[in-house]
């Protein structure tokens, strides 16, 4: 065929050795081919979202169904997933407070502290409030490497406090009045309802007091109030009838972070660029060495 059409068989080889070159090199460009590390910035203006769960035993109350914490933990993990680019950290708290999980744009690792949270996590004795106020308070720090005028302010804050409100017999003006210099403020959710339930115990009991009568433990709303109002921030409920969590959810949403911070990123380095030149100058050669495949006649 060849010499029917006056070619050359050399020439037809090096147009098929060129043509399987351009085809490879092609080939290794779409497969990305990647060599070594870089670290990319990052810019983000994002915020701060601390979540404080309350885990005192009357959370178990099967008031809201399948019990208080038990709901919560489920809005919890909703509520997580809806902010990638935000840092998020848990903090646990009951006759005590401690910070469950620091910081972190970690996702996946808050939503396996939250799924790990009981009432058993702590001892049992009189809730808290003011414990794991202040240790947020305590952490709200100027960004390292901030631009300035911004190096001196802490990141936009804002703390979702999850509780049934009960046994909150603590002044909490001065680190309400502390966490509102900073800007932070607290988006609090009543986990409860005002006609309550008895508090379940293992093998089948319920928690009597020290007189041997059922204690019933009932939803506490004006102190998570307080909370909310005195910082300008949002108070809603969770029960079997209405979920306080949606709008609580629009509200974060509609917080914008205030300090702008660059992160750095390990990205792979991406070396496409040069089989595809590659390709490009083989196709260019191509062209060039052209032969004539029909002779005049």
């Given amino acids: 065929m060849g010499r029917a059409l006056g070619t050359r068989p050399r020439n037809r080889g090096w147009k098929l050795m060129l043509r399987l070159a351009i085809g490879g090199c092609l080939l290794a460009a779409a497969l ?47 509520l997580v997933a809806q902010f990638p680019a935000d840092r998020l950290g848990l903090v646990v708290f009951g006759a005590e407070a401690v910070v469950q999980c620091p910081l972190t744009y970690d996702q996946e690792a808050v939503q396996v502290f939250i799924s790990t949270l009981r009432t058993s996590l702590l001892p049992a004795g009189p809730t808290t409030l003011r414990a794991p106020l202040e240790l947020v308070l305590g952490r709200l720090a100027p960004i390292p490497g901030a631009t300035l005028p911004a190096a001196t302010a802490p990141r936009a804050t804002a703390l979702v406090v999850v509780s049934d409100g009960e046994d909150f017999g603590e002044n909490l003006e001065p680190v309400l009045q502390s966490l509102g210099r900073t800007g932070a403020r607290i988006y609090a959710v009543g986990v409860g309802t005002a006609e309550g339930a008895e508090i379940p115990k293992a093998g089948g009991n319920v928690v009597r007091n020290g007189r ?25 409920e969770l029960n079997n009838q209405q979920n306080g969590f949606g709008a609580l959810l629009q509200s974060l949403r509609t917080m914008q972070g205030t300090v702008e911070q660059v992160r750095t990123v390990a990205v792979a380095d991406n070396r496409y660029r040069y089989p595809l030149a590659a390709a490009l100058l083989l196709l260019l050669l191509e062209v060039a060495l052209t032969i004539t495949v029909i002779r005049p006649s």
């Fill in 32 to 78: 990305g081919p990647a060599l070594g590390v870089s670290q990319q910035p990052v810019r983000t203006a994002g915020k701060d979202v601390w979540l404080l769960v309350d885990v005192s035993r009357s959370m178990d109350a099967a008031d809201v169904a399948p019990s208080r914490l038990l709901r919560a933990q489920a809005e919890l993990q909703k």
């Fill in 212 to 236: 041997g009568k059922v204690v019933r433990s009932r939803l506490r709303a004006a102190p998570l109030r307080q909370l909310a109002a005195q910082t300008g921030g949002q108070y809603g």
